[in-house]
């Protein structure tokens, strides 16, 4: 292996059943924002114009579970049940972000912007089929266990 080398390629992620197959290119936030809604970027057919990522145009895409940021996107190749293709990705480390909806579809909920918020793929598997009022983040576990320490009440 010569000095230069950047040793073997790293293992691409798999979350539930969506597996990473190639990583095509690697940008920062800002950049994979400005790709949202562009047409072939990079002469891929990428998906870009759908809720998920019109979640993630302008608000922080940061999870609301337990609070960590997407720190760069990527444009991948995806296989899953749903979908084989080209996506763009926004990761938080090696966690993927994704839309969650707050009140879930199998309980009536509605598949609009209106009724999304952007997690990571980690709480949005722990949060499941359960409505915001019947799941814990872990943030929020933290902040009581904080004030619990700190002799602290629920107000500000």
């Not at 949202?36 to 019109?54: C, K, M, S, Y």
């Not at 444009?75 to 749903?82: A, D, G, L, T």
């Not at 949005?124 to 933290?142: C, H, Q």
């Amino acid at each position: 292996m010569s000095p230069h080398s950047q040793g073997p390629e790293p293992k691409l992620p798999k979350f539930g059943s969506v597996q990473v197959t190639k990583r095509h290119h690697t940008l920062s936030v800002p950049e994979g924002r400005a790709l949202i809604g562009a047409h072939q970027p990079f002469g891929l057919p990428v998906e870009t114009d759908n809720l998920r990522l019109r979640l993630f145009k302008n608000k922080p895409i940061k999870c609301v579970g337990c609070g960590v940021e997407a720190d760069r996107a990527h444009i991948e190749s995806v296989k899953s049940k749903r979908y084989t293709g080209h996506a763009l990705n926004f990761y938080a480390g090696n966690m993927l972000m994704t839309k969650d909806h707050i009140k879930p579809l199998v309980k009536k909920g509605p598949d609009t912007l209106e009724n999304l918020q952007p997690m990571c793929w980690k709480c949005n598997y722990e949060k499941g089929e359960k409505d915001v009022t019947e799941w814990v983040s872990p943030l929020a576990e933290a902040v009581a266990a904080f004030r619990a320490v700190e002799g602290l009440t629920g107000g500000a």
